[in-house]
T-cell receptor, first 116, second 112 residues
Framework: ETGVTQTPRHLVMGMTNKKSLKCEQHLGHNAMYWYKQSAKKPLELMFV???????ENNSVPSRFSPECPNSSHLFLHLHTLQPEDSALYLCASSQVGQYYSNQPQHFGDGTRLSIL | QQQVKQSPQSLIVQKGGISIINCAYENTAFDYFPWYQQFPGKGPALLIA?????SEKKEGRFTISFNKSAKQFSLHIMDSQPGDSATYFC???????????FGKGTMLLVSP
């Protein structure tokens, strides 16, 4: 496989469920990101991991919990979500560092999440 | 506060016409400006990008024009084709933070 792979592609869950989204990148990048994409809104950056360390958390509610066990894998653990959390969740990766300026982010195809 | 403003929200162009999407930014620390193309059911894919020391970049039918003093940049799609129908996002990167700020997107429909 190449690029950024996200699973599952679709997820329907109740507000009391616990589920996890998975992202895997095969590009050798050292940074990974979670975005939320809602209709008619800009992509919202949720979390950033550089070299497996979380470097940014954009005031995301605690019902979203990221995990980055290594530079190739990223998870988003979901718990007690609200209907307004229904959206497309996108994972991306890029190469960052002193010698890597202007490197684009590569996106997966996302997980379409629906909260009942 | 939205730091990258994109217009129009939607655009209909006839096949063979020119599609133009505009973006404006506020933060002068941005130093890289990519455009992403997103088809339904897919994630955004990098289309073309420009640095602020260049006023224009062309790749095939796609051209970015950049006006640093006005803090504006635009995407031109020449000879637009039905296969170009997608949502286009402009973005701006501050390399010091390695995070992208996106515009709201433009839904382009190229009619046959």
């Amino acid at each position: 496989e190449t690029g950024v792979t996200q699973t599952p592609r679709h997820l329907v869950m109740g507000m009391t469920n616990k589920k996890s989204l998975k992202c895997e990148q095969h590009l050798g990048h050292n940074a990974m990101y979670w975005y939320k994409q809602s209709a008619k809104k800009p992509l919202e950056l949720m979390f950033v991991y550089n070299f497996k360390e979380q470097t940014e958390n954009n005031s995301v509610p605690s019902r979203f919990s990221p995990e980055c066990p290594n530079s190739s894998h990223l998870f988003l653990h979901l718990h007690t979500l609200q209907p307004e959390d229904s959206a497309l969740y996108l994972c991306a990766s890029s190469q960052v560092g002193q010698y890597y300026s202007n490197q684009p982010q590569h996106f997966g195809d996302g997980t379409r999440l629906s909260i009942l | 506060q939205q730091q990258v403003k994109q217009s129009p929200q939607s655009l209909i162009v006839q096949k063979g016409g020119i599609s133009i999407i505009n973006c404006a930014y506020e933060n002068t620390a941005f130093d890289y400006f990519p455009w992403y193309q997103q088809f339904p059911g897919k994630g955004p894919a990098l289309l073309i990008a420009i640095r602020p020391d260049v006023s224009e970049k062309k790749e095939g039918r796609f051209t970015i024009s950049f006006n640093k003093s006005a803090k504006q940049f635009s995407l031109h799609i020449m000879d637009s084709q039905p296969g170009d129908s997608a949502t286009y996002f402009c973005a701006a990167l501050n390399s010091g933070y390695s995070t992208l700020t996106f515009g709201k997107g433009t839904m382009l429909l190229v009619s046959p």
